[in-house]
């Protein structure tokens, strides 16, 4: 069994990993400590979401309807937990997960793959704590995954969304009012032309 952090934002990456006694998932947390255990991904993701009263699958659509993605949606789960999926690895057997997800808070920088790494590596993923992470995806694939998880980050709606903003690199809270004020002229722009149309 895997012990959850309940300390979420420490959390960088949740990855799938083969190990000599099988399929496992590793949890790596800021520190650079590792948990490992043989509960899924998919299941760390739904406890995290749980634990923070969050429906997994409302988030899963709203992120969806956002990115106009059907699958490997980011989920903002707090402030400084936005996890980014990412395809880090060939399933060796049918069943086995091949994604796995870093917190978009914790990148430090991602680079291209070593020349005399293995062929499948054609990314790596620099988090906090010195944790480097290769991946199956290529540089810009990832880069495009960390925009989609930018913009769901502010584009949420419910409580969360206010949090996920002012928390953004680039929030200007001076502009808030501004941009209200321009909503509000272009509804009532839009509802004279229905008028008179």
Known sequence: MLNIPSEAESITAIFPKYTATGDHTVIYLCSGKQLTGKTRVATVIR?????????????KKQTAAITQRSILQPLPLTPSLILVPVKIRIPRLPGDSST?????????GVSPGPEDGP?????????????????VWTVRTIKKYMQYACLTACRTPGPLRQTLC????????????????LLEVLG???HFRRLQG
């Open 100 to 108: 796995g997800y870093f917190n978009y808070r914790a990148v430090t």
């Open 188 to 190: 009532d722009i839009l």
């Open 166 to 181: 002012e928390t953004s690199p680039g929030y200007v809270p001076d502009l808030e009012p501004i941009l209200q004020k």
């Open 47 to 59: 406890k995290l979401a749980n634990a923070r009263a969050i429906d997994l699958y409302t988030l």
């Open 119 to 135: 062929p499948d590596c054609k990314a790596v993923i620099h988090l906090t704590g010195g944790l480097t992470l290769p991946c």
